[in-house]
């Protein structure tokens, strides 16, 4: 079965500090895509990044780097220098790309990361 | 371009009653999805829709159901509404499928 886990339920740090966001998945599929979404408290899931299961290069936007390893099946999120307006709840997501009826993009969340930062 | 729409923002029902809740994609994506988000169950997938095809299903009961139109606007419908109902609904279309789902702002469903 598949199973995306978001071990850390809230976080809380002063602004500039960096923070990551850990998750950890599991499938027995060998083609698939994770995710990452933030959720403002307006309620829009905000897409952050998409991964697939044969790239395994770290990406870095900005003040955004993503991590992910098939070693241990996680796919971390870290936040250089965090700011205020970064505070949210952050999703990881996970895609099987395809089931028994063929393509899909139904997707698996993990319960969610509260990311709250301080002035 | 425009972002995926869904109407109404806000609803209020009472237990028994049955609601429609509508999507609009954003332009030129053939793909929507539904999920449902609680406090206790968190992000669920409902239903997905494919070129008016359902494509996948989530664990719900037969009382959630959907369908998608040949613009690609999608609407569910969930009779005989219970009060563990309520809950915020979004919908999330992409251009293909698999790929990228892009959220709407959701629908939130008060059932009293």
């Known amino acids: 079965a598949q199973k995306v886990t978001q071990a850390q339920t809230e976080i809380s740090v002063v602004e500039k500090e960096d923070v990551t966001l850990d998750c950890v998945y599991e499938t027995r599929d060998t083609t698939y895509y994770l995710f990452w979404y933030k959720q403002p408290p307006s309620g829009e899931l905000v897409f952050l990044i998409r991964?697939?299961?044969?790239?395994?290069q770290n990406e870095i936007s900005g003040r955004y780097s993503w991590n992910f390893q098939k070693s241990t099946s996680s796919f971390n999120f870290t936040i250089t220098a965090s700011q205020v307006v970064d505070s949210a709840v952050y999703f990881c997501?996970?895609?099987?790309?395809?089931?028994?009826?063929?393509?899909?993009?139904?997707?698996?969340f993990g319960t969610g990361t509260l990311l709250a930062v301080q002035p | 371009k425009a972002g995926v729409t869904q109407t109404p923002r806000y609803l209020i029902k009472t237990r028994g009653q049955q609601v429609t809740l509508s999507c609009s994609p954003i332009?030129?994506?053939?793909?929507v999805s539904w999920y449902q988000q609680t406090p206790g169950q968190g992000l669920q997938f409902l239903f997905e829709?494919?070129?008016?095809?359902?494509?996948n299903k989530g664990n719900f009961p037969g009382r959630f159901s959907g369908r998608q139109f040949s613009n690609s606007r999608s609407e569910m419908n969930v009779s005989t509404l219970e009060l563990g109902d309520s809950a915020l609904y979004l919908c999330a279309s992409s251009l293909g499928s698999p790929d990228t789902q892009y959220f709407g702002p959701g629908t939130r469903l008060t059932v009293l």
């Open positions: 332009s030129g994506h053939r793909s």
């Open positions: 829709y494919f070129s008016e095809t359902q494509r």
């Open positions: 997501a996970l895609s099987e790309a395809v089931n028994y009826g063929g393509a899909t993009n139904k997707l698996i």
């Open positions: 991964r697939n299961s044969f790239d395994e």
